[in-house]
């Protein structure tokens, strides 16, 4: 009798489950009746779900797109502003460089 013992403490973690599948299918016809109102109030539900899950979708569409625009209208001012930049760092180094030729002019004579 004392080699049983083991054999049942390993065994009842899956008796446990076995019974936990097996029991809702011999569960009583009156559960059918209750699934059954439940059913139209759960597609409701799932469909009100639906309705506000593309709602949500539409809103962060406009807001991505919106975002996106920003992004556009920023980068093309910050690509006016870097030519602006470039023409003036141009103007710059020639200034120095005319300004270097002289100095060193200035110098040599």
Not at 42 to 66: D, F, H, R, Y
Not at 67 to 72: L, S
Not at 79 to 97: D, F, G, H, N, P
Request: positive net charge; hydrophobic residues 50%.
């Amino acid at each position: 009798m004392a080699a049983w013992i083991p054999l049942i403490k390993t065994a009842l973690p899956y008796v446990a489950q076995v019974l936990s599948v097996a029991i809702p299918a011999f569960t009583s016809k009156a559960d059918i009746k209750k699934t059954s109102e439940i059913m139209p109030q759960q597609i409701a539900e799932l469909q009100s779900a639906a309705t506000q899950n593309a709602e949500s979708v539409k809103i962060l569409a406009e807001q991505l797109k919106g975002t996106i625009e920003g992004v556009d209208n920023a980068a093309s001012k910050l690509q006016v502003e870097l030519k602006s930049l470039r023409r003036r760092c141009y103007m710059a180094m020639s200034i120095s460089a005319v300004s270097l030729l002289c100095a060193l002019w200035a110098v040599l004579n």
